[in-house]
């Protein structure tokens, strides 16, 4: 199960699509317009493997 939740993690992050919101009233979401529009932070980001074991094992754990 771990296998295919990290593989479904890579290949999403390997082939981003183009999002298009041309449809959605972004007035009604202030905090979805706010984050398009603001640009890309620089910050490094972390190993998506990294990630994903961590995100699960804490909730396996923790609940």
């Given at each position: 199960m771990l296998t295919g939740v990290v593989s479904l993690f890579a290949r999403a992050e390997a082939t981003p699509g183009p999002v298009g919101f041309a449809?959605?009233?972004?007035?009604?979401?202030?905090?979805?317009a706010?984050?398009?529009?603001?640009?890309?932070s620089a910050a490094p980001r972390q190993d998506l493997f990294a990630r994903?074991?961590?995100g699960l094992?804490?909730?396996?754990?923790?609940?």
């Amino acid at each position: 199960m771990l296998t295919g939740v990290v593989s479904l993690f890579a290949r999403a992050e390997a082939t981003p699509g183009p999002v298009g919101f041309a449809h959605a009233d972004l007035a009604a979401y202030p905090h979805l317009a706010a984050a398009f529009a603001e640009p890309p932070s620089a910050a490094p980001r972390q190993d998506l493997f990294a990630r994903t074991l961590r995100g699960l094992l804490t909730g396996l754990l923790m609940e």
